[in-house]
C-alpha cells in the first residue's frame, strides 16, 4: 500500500526529510536516537509527530524510485553537520582561553584594563578620603 504525498511540497523533499530523519537522524537500530526521538515526540515543543515512530519510508517510496537518495535539499546541510561533529569548532570560553589566539590576547588586555581602572579608583578613594580628613580637621582646629 502506497500512501500519497501530493501536496505543496516537491516529493524528493519530502522523502529526504523522512529518509533524513528515520535513517540519519534516529536510525531504528539505535536504541539512544529512537529514546531522543521518543522524548522529543511527548514534549510539548517538540514538534514531532507520533507517525514518525510507525511510518516506513518503503511504504511512501515508488517501486520505481531509486533507493539512494541524492539529498539535494539537504545534502549540504548534512555534510555540515557531520563536518562540525568530526572537527568541532571551538566556541564560548574554550575559544578565550587558546593559546597564541587574538581573542586571548584582547581578554587579557581587557583584564589588564579593568584591574588598572580598579587601582585607578581605589587611589582616586583613597586621595578623596585624605582630602576629607584635611578638611575636616581645618574645620576643628582653624587658623586664626
Not at 27 to 53: C, M, T
Not at 94 to 106: A, D, G, L, M, N
Request: net charge neutral; proline share 6%.
Amino acid at each position: 500500500m502506497l500512501i500519497d504525498i501530493r501536496g505543496s511540497l516537491p516529493r524528493t523533499m519530502t522523502l529526504e526529510v523522512l529518509d533524513t530523519i528515520q535513517v540519519i537522524l534516529f536510525p531504528r537500530g539505535d536504541a539512544k536516537s529512537q529514546a531522543l526521538l521518543e522524548s522529543l515526540i511527548a514534549s510539548k515543543h517538540g514538534g514531532f509527530d507520533p507517525d514518525v515512530l510507525r511510518s516506513e519510508l518503503s511504504t511512501i517510496r515508488d517501486p520505481s524510485e531509486p533507493e539512494c537518495l541524492r539529498y539535494e535539499y539537504f545534502g549540504q546541510r548534512l555534510a555540515d553537520l557531520r563536518e562540525e561533529i568530526n572537527h568541532p569548532v571551538v566556541r564560548g570560553m574554550q575559544k578565550w582561553f587558546e593559546r597564541k589566539s587574538t581573542p586571548r590576547y584582547v581578554m587579557m588586555a581587557t583584564l589588564a584594563g579593568v584591574c588598572f581602572a580598579i587601582a585607578l579608583g581605589l587611589l582616586a578613594l583613597g586621595l578623596s578620603g585624605f582630602q576629607a580628613w584635611i578638611a575636616w580637621q581645618q574645620w576643628k582646629h582653624p587658623v586664626h
